[in-house]
């Protein structure tokens, strides 16, 4: 079992980075406009589903794109964050948070860098 989602990581995987860049643009393009020209042919129910199911799928591969790019963010900041003596080591991991001590945290910083411009 655990092959099975490895494998299908891997797809997901290759299918949002090919989505996220032009070329998966224009294919998704095309496909619209295919989908639009089988409507008048009778096909608009099968039209529909296609791109009901294609929306679904493509919405979820947003979404892993995004997270792998939120989090190779976030681990750069985090090296960032340690390699610096002067920053505040206890924000690193502050995206595994819960949002009200995130918020808490981000007006601390706030008030911090305000103090500092004001000298």
Do not use: C
Request: aromatic share 6%.
């Amino acid at each position: 079992m655990m092959r099975l989602g490895a494998a299908m990581n891997a797809v997901l995987v290759k299918m949002a980075d090919y989505l996220s860049r032009p070329p998966g643009f224009y294919s998704v393009l095309f496909a619209m406009v295919v989908s639009t020209l089988l409507v008048p042919l009778g096909w608009t129910e099968v039209v529909t589903y296609v791109l009901s199911v294609a929306a679904i799928v493509i919405t979820g591969v947003v979404l892993i794109q995004g997270y792998r790019d939120t989090s190779a963010i976030h681990a750069k900041l985090d090296e960032i964050i340690l390699a610096l003596k002067e920053t505040h080591n206890d924000v690193v991991g502050l995206e595994h948070e819960e949002p009200s001590k995130i918020e808490r945290k981000l007006a601390e910083i706030e008030r911090e860098a305000q103090r500092q411009t004001d000298r």
